[in-house]
């Protein structure tokens, strides 16, 4: 039941970072919810091999590089979906610090629904 909430609003998620910023489009829900769910898919297979091959760079820029990983993925997504769209690099990055953010906010809100006692 988690998944399938944090789903649908990751989806929502998608579809607010669109409505709110110009540089990422999203044409529907359903394509949201295949866009959230391809992004889900990246982050848990695609982004901890980044993250290991980055690692120098990673420790240099003090962190800053899993920003340009966030975003890269985001933009990997975007290129393989038909309905989510972002317009080069600079929307990536900024489309994914908000979808970051409001995820953020989202698993703090679950965290809290779904606490064991």
């Known amino acids: 039941m988690k998944l399938v909430l944090r789903w649908l609003l990751s989806a929502s998620a998608l579809l607010l970072v669109a409505h709110v910023y110009s540089g990422v489009v999203v044409t529907s829900f359903i394509s949201a919810l295949i866009a ?22 990673t420790v240099l820029t003090l962190g800053l590089f899993m920003f340009v990983i966030n975003a890269l993925l985001f933009w990997a997504a975007a290129g393989m979906l038909e309905g989510f769209d972002v317009r080069g690099f600079g929307a990536a990055l900024v489309g994914s610090l908000a ?10 809100a679950l965290g809290g629904l779904f606490s064991k006692k």
């Open 36 to 57: 959230a769910g391809v992004i889900g898919l990246l982050n848990l297979v695609v982004r901890p091999v980044l993250v290991i091959l980055t690692l120098p760079v």
């Open 99 to 108: 979808y970051s953010v409001i995820g953020l906010v989202i698993e703090s």
